[in-house]
C-alpha cells in the first residue's frame, strides 16, 4: 500500500514550519535488529526531492529481501510504502517515526528477511516503527538555512555603499546587470539566508534615508519566482513608499506596517512636507 500527501502551498521543499530552516542527515546511517527470527535493517539516507528519494529506493533495497518497505519526507511532502505487509503496518509506522526525529528531507528504507516467526499488525507496527526511530535516533544531523533570492534595482552611486551591506549580511550569489532600461541603474541579484531577511530590509531601509535621495530605489519582485519587493521612489516631487513581499510557494508572507510613518520619515529626511 502507498500513501502520499502534498498541500499546494508546500509544492516547495523549502516550505517547512521552521520557518526556512530544516534539520537533515549528513550522511547515510544503518542500523539493525533481529525480532521473532526476522531480520530488520533500516537505511537512512538525505533526499531532496521524489526523484532522489527513488533512486535512494533502488540503490538500498535488496529484491532477494521478503519486504522493502519505506518511507520519505520532504517538507510537507511524503510518501510510504508497506510493499506487502499488512495495510498500515510498515510504512506508516516509518513515516511517523520520521516526523517524531524532527528530521526533514530524508528517507528510511526498512528490509525485512522473514524468520518464520509471524508478528501480527501490532508487532509489525512496533518493530518497522521501532528499527526506523531507532536508526534516526544518534544519526548525524545538520541544519540547512534556505536561502531567499532577492533582486535590488540601484543607481551606480550607490553600489559601493549596498555591496558593503550585503556583504555584512553574508548574501550569497551576488550579481549585476545593466540591461535595465534605466540610465544609471543596475540590478544587483543576490541570496540571504531567510532568517535575516528582515534585518536585510531594515539595513536598505537606513540606507535610503542615510543617502538622502529622490532616485529610484527599488527591490524588484513579488512574483512567483521568489523575489521580495521594496520600492522608494521620488516622482514629482512627492516620495512614495511601498512594500509588496511573496517569496514564492508561501515560504514567506510578511505585512510592514506603519508605511505611512516610514513614508513621513523618508519626506522628513529628504526636506520635504509630508
Given at each position: ?12 521543499p ?16 544503518t ?16 533526499v ?9 529506493l ?10 522493502n ?11 510510504s ?13 516509518i ?10 528531507r ?12 509471524k ?10 516503527g521501532?528499527?526506523a526511530a ?6 548525524p ?5 534556505s ?6 534595482e540601484v543607481?551606480?552611486d ?15 550569489d551576488i ?12 540590478m544587483?541579484t543576490?541570496?540571504?539566508?531567510f ?19 529622490k532616485d529610484?530605489?527599488e527591490f ?10 521594496i520600492?522608494?521612489?521620488?516622482r514629482?516631487?512627492n ?12 515560504i ?23
Amino acid at each position: 500500500m502507498v500513501t502520499a500527501s502534498s498541500s499546494p502551498s508546500s509544492s516547495n521543499p523549502n516550505n517547512n514550519r521552521s520557518g526556512g530552516s530544516f534539520t537533515t542527515l549528513t550522511e547515510r546511517v544503518t542500523f539493525e535488529r533481529e525480532i521473532k527470527k526476522s531480520k530488520f535493517i533500516a537505511i537512512a539516507g538525505s533526499v531532496s526531492d521524489e526523484r532522489s528519494a527513488f533512486s535512494f529506493l533502488s540503490e538500498v533495497s535488496d529484491p532477494r529481501a521478503t519486504h522493502n518497505c519505506w518511507a520519505y519526507k520532504v517538507g510537507d511532502q511524503y510518501r510510504s510504502n508497506d510493499d506487502g505487509e499488512p495495510s498500515g503496518t510498515a510504512g506508516k509506522p516509518i513515516h511517523s517515526a520520521i516526523v517524531s526525529s524532527g528530521i526533514d528531507r530524508v528517507m528510511v528504507v526498512v528490509i525485512r528477511y522473514f524468520g518464520g516467526i509471524k508478528l501480527g499488525t501490532g508487532g509489525l507496527v512496533r518493530a518497522y516503527g521501532g528499527v526506523a526511530a531507532e536508526c534516526l535516533r544518534n544519526a548525524p544531523t545538520c541544519l540547512v538555512k534556505s536561502k531567499v533570492p532577492m533582486g535590488l534595482e540601484v543607481p551606480f552611486d550607490l553600489l559601493g555603499v549596498l555591496y558593503h551591506q550585503l556583504q555584512s549580511f553574508h548574501v550569497e550569489d551576488i550579481k549585476q546587470d545593466y540591461d535595465t532600461g534605466k540610465d544609471n541603474v543596475t540590478m544587483v541579484t543576490f541570496k540571504v539566508d531567510f532568517d535575516r531577511v528582515q534585518n536585510l530590509e531594515e539595513a536598505i531601509k537606513k540606507l535610503v534615508l542615510e543617502s538622502q535621495r529622490k532616485d529610484y530605489f527599488e527591490f524588484d519582485g513579488g512574483g512567483a519566482d521568489g523575489m521580495l519587493g521594496i520600492e522608494v521612489a521620488g516622482r514629482g516631487g512627492n516620495v512614495t513608499f511601498g512594500i509588496v513581499v511573496s517569496v514564492g510557494f508561501d515560504i514567506l508572507k510578511m505585512e510592514i506596517e506603519n508605511l505611512e510613518l516610514v513614508a513621513r520619515l523618508v519626506l522628513e529626511e529628504l526636506g520635504q512636507s509630508a
